[in-house]
């Protein structure tokens, strides 16, 4: 009798705000107990595994909110590994939707720690050994990010990176995931990009030697923005007409990616997003933080977006990063 008391009151957790809960005065440190117990006793029952799968869910963001990397990272692992277990269908079901998560949840770390291309200063060596060298680094560099050659040709597709992996939080048909996925890919690209652009050319090059470094830079960035329209295309395809924010930001990817395909949306357009002024202003508060070079003021800006809509898993990711960041400048020297 006391278990099914406790099926049912974690059942209500999972579906009742948290607010609910602090003013029943039952704090996050009981509910993550309570979670835990229910997940240990019903797991391996195949005919709850949308409970189980809702109570995972809610572990796991609650591990997040507090901050909990650890704890949080190995729920999504366990997230993952219990629904291979079980043998759920990818349809888009609860269960599947919460592999989705987990998957790209994981990713999500991975992502937030990828590495920045290493450029080494080499003033000493002479211009032939400063090209293969930059070579070198470009090639792990994208190797990291969209996957090694399929083969030794230098015109061969790259198969497999971080790119591909996000990419197959599609095959389990959860929408949400699969839009939160591909928005990931556009961040990871911009970033990338972004870096590969400010990129110096070594040192002691002539001009022919100069312009085919900015030759093979622009390539690797194009390599970059075509596997990022491929992810983004596909989850804006999947549902291009449904009115929701994360659509429009595809969209509006996919503006940048390829203006010519997709123009520019007329102001108008903004009409088929259903949003709330709260939406609107936390999407604004996140806009001004990606723009803040101080990371301080980053980290305001995406505390507001946080709070203005709790909702949305994108803004804590992102608040959680800079705040991440803010914390190692901090212990730099």
Known sequence: ??????????????????????????????????????????????????????????????????????????????????????????????????????????????????????????????????????????????????????SASADAVRQ????????????????????????????????AAGHLAQLPIPDGLDPAQQTAQQTAVKQAIGELEGRAFTAIEAAWLAKPDEKAVEALALRKHLTRLRPLKYPQLEASATDMVNVTQAQADASRMASNAQKAENLVLKVKYLEKAVKLDPQNPRYLELLQEAQAKLAASKGTP
Not at 161 to 171: N, P, Q, T, W, Y
């Open 1 to 150: 009798m006391q278990r099914q008391l406790l099926s049912l009151g974690l059942l209500f957790s999972v579906l009742v705000p948290q607010s609910v809960w602090a003013q029943a005065g039952i704090g996050p440190g009981q509910e993550v107990a309570d979670l835990n117990d229910y997940i240990n006793a019903h797991e391996d029952d195949r005919g709850l595994g949308a409970d189980v799968a809702k109570a995972m869910q809610r572990l796991g963001r609650l591990e997040e909110e507090q901050k909990h990397v650890e704890l949080a990272t190995a729920l999504w692992k366990r997230a993952k590994t219990w629904f291979a277990k079980h043998h759920f269908e990818k349809n888009g079901s609860p269960e599947a939707a919460l592999a989705a998560e987990a998957t790209r949840r994981l990713l999500a770390v991975q992502v937030s720690v990828a590495g920045d291309l290493q450029v080494r200063a080499t003033p000493q060596q002479a211009p032939q050994a400063a090209i293969a060298e930059r070579a070198t680094e470009l090639d792990g560099f994208l190797t990291t990010y969209i996957g090694k050659r399929a």
């Open 160 to 191: 497999g990176g971080l790119f591909a992996d996000l990419e197959a939080v599609r095959s389990y048909g959860a929408l949400t995931e699969t839009r939160a996925s591909a928005l990931t890919i556009a961040t990871l690209e911009e970033r």
